[in-house]
């Protein structure tokens, strides 16, 4: 398929199973003893920004209802759902909100519509539908340049090479704290 035809089947494509999971709030208790800590300075930025993301999120009334807009998006790329709901968790305990789906065309989709809001991309490389993690990673660099790019695969190899220069590759299975370190940078960007 030309790139054109993809473009123009793609603009009319509405995501069908995304889903929308919020910043869970109150985790103070979980991380404040950490302030007090020596850290590794990315990680203690880190832990800075959940406090103050956690703080932010106690002063506002209401608090957010999942169908309100987030501040900033990281979108999680995976089709095996066990993979997913442990990104997915894990993410939700970060400074951005999370947005989940299955394939590449609902991740453009995704992005497309909350353009402003995205600061993450988290993509596995093997996909359902028609594109795969690295035609995705390179779309996503020419179309978002504010994007922070991540890459995981438990099995690429040299295919490596093939992402775009300004992506992370992460190798399967990922420790969080890579993947929290990956946040955190995407935050700052």
Known sequence: MRRADHAFHLSSYEPVRTTIHGVAHGLADAYAGLADVELPDELASLVLLLHQRDAVSQKQQPIRSASSLPTKLVVVVEDDPTVRELAV????????DVLACTCAEEAIAIMRQHADDVAMLFTDVQLAGGLNGI???????NSW????????????GHRVAELPERAVFLDKPW?????LVQVERAVRQ
């Open 89 to 96: 968790a894990m993410l939700e305990e970060t400074a951005l």
């Open 135 to 141: 035609e995705l990673a390179s779309l996503a660099d």
């Open 145 to 156: 340049p504010n994007v922070h790019l991540v890459v995981t695969s438990g099995g690429m």
């Open 175 to 179: 420790r969080a704290l890579d993947v």
